[in-house]
Each structure stands twice: as structure tokens, then as C-alpha cells.
């Protein structure tokens, strides 16, 4: 059936990516699942009777030793790649961009650079898509892509708006022009992406000024 498929379909061919790449998302990955069981247990500690609060302040110890060496192994394993090294230094040179963004685009959007802004920002899932069916015509919205680099894109941008002179600027026309906020953030999400890749694209360091129309 997989032979009948390609034969049919004929999909195009992805290059298998490096041992290093692979080692960089299940770093990643891992330090997004001690993130939440440490915030889990921050929250259940909030909650708790003194009985079980020594097991609750013992687990939050553990887990933020964790992500400390899990935050270290990924910070060793940037430095030893050249091309990783560089662009972790271009994106964390933007307003709004912290470790946290440039390692999950590292990891988990390898085709930073190599699309075009439209091509990226659907690859992501924060494109506008259609939702119409015959003569009805339905409110665009953003579904699908890469969830767990958009959740990071999010908290990103939600700083971005704040601290970031492009995107401030952006949202503040958006949300003067009737934007509703999620709207305008969402269409900030795309902005901050296309930006990004189009830094990395070029090599060329922040500035303020960086256009977004780079294929």
C-alpha cells in the first residue's frame, strides 16, 4: 500500500535529519515536559495541606535541578554547531526573542530560511485560511501546523507586543483599525515569524528595520 501511495502521489523526498538534530528536539522536548510537570506541581503546592507539601517542595527541587542540566546540554550543544551558534545569536538578538524561541525554532522549524514567508508561516500554522463551502463565506482563522512552535511563538509575541518597537507598533494599528486582540496578536505571531525568517535568511543582524516582504 506505502509503494501504490508513492507511485499515486508521487511526494516529494525530505532530507533525513542529523544525529545532532535529533539529539537538539528531544532536548527541547524534554525540557518542555519538565517545564510542565514544574508548573504542575507549583500549582499543586499553592493548594496543599502541610502533609504532602515536603513531597511537593522536594519535587520542585528535583525538577529545576533537571531543567537546569537539560537548559545546559542544549546551551553545549548550540555552541558546538557553527550554523546553530550564529542564528542562536541573530534571533536572540531581536527584542522579544529569548532561549526558550530560538531553541524550539532551532529544533523544531529546521526550515527556518529555507521558505518563503507564506510557506513558513503555514508550516507553523498561523496563516489565515479560508473557511468557506459554496456560497457561504466563513471568518478566516489559523489551524493545523506545528503546535508546539506556536505555543512558544505566542508567549513570544505577547513580549514582542510589549518590548519590541515593529511589533508594538503593528498590534497598536491593528487594535486602532477595529482588530480584536486575538486577531491582532495572531497576525503579530505571523509578522515576528516572517521577520525572523527572513533575518536568518540574510544573516543580517536586528536593526529595527528589517522588512518582511524576503521570500
Not at 528531544?26 to 499543586?44: C, D, P, W
Not at 542564528?87 to 525554532?105: C, E, H, K, R, W
Not at 512558544?152 to 487594535?175: E, I, K
Request: aromatic share 6%; charged share 20%.
Amino acid at each position: 500500500m506505502i509503494a501504490r501511495f508513492a507511485e499515486a502521489v508521487r511526494p516529494g523526498t525530505r532530507p533525513v535529519k542529523d544525529k545532532a538534530l535529533r539529539d537538539l528536539e528531544s532536548l527541547v522536548t524534554r525540557r518542555t515536559q519538565l517545564s510542565g510537570m514544574l508548573t504542575a506541581e507549583r500549582n499543586r503546592r499553592t493548594m496543599a495541606s502541610d502533609v504532602v507539601a515536603c513531597s511537593l517542595d522536594a519535587n520542585v527541587q528535583w525538577l529545576k535541578r533537571n531543567l537546569r542540566d537539560i537548559d545546559q546540554a542544549i546551551a553545549k550543544l548550540i555552541r558546538s554547531t557553527p550554523l546553530w551558534r550564529a542564528q542562536d545569536a541573530l534571533l536572540q538578538g531581536v527584542p522579544g526573542v529569548g532561549p526558550v524561541l530560538s531553541v524550539t525554532l532551532l529544533a523544531g522549524l529546521p526550515e527556518l530560511r529555507r521558505l518563503n514567508r507564506k510557506q513558513i508561516a503555514a508550516l507553523v500554522g498561523v496563516a489565515p485560511l479560508n473557511r468557506d463551502s459554496g456560497l457561504f463565506r466563513g471568518v478566516r482563522c489559523v489551524w493545523g501546523g506545528r503546535a508546539h512552535v506556536r505555543s512558544v511563538l505566542y508567549m513570544a509575541t505577547l513580549a514582542g507586543v510589549r518590548f519590541n518597537p515593529v511589533l508594538r507598533t503593528f498590534y497598536q494599528r491593528l487594535r486602532a483599525s477595529g482588530k480584536k486582540p486575538k486577531v491582532a496578536l495572531t497576525a503579530c505571531m505571523r509578522k515576528f515569524l516572517t521577520i525572523l525568517n527572513a533575518m536568518v535568511c540574510s544573516g543580517t543582524p536586528w536593526h529595527g528595520q528589517i522588512g518582511v516582504g524576503a521570500s
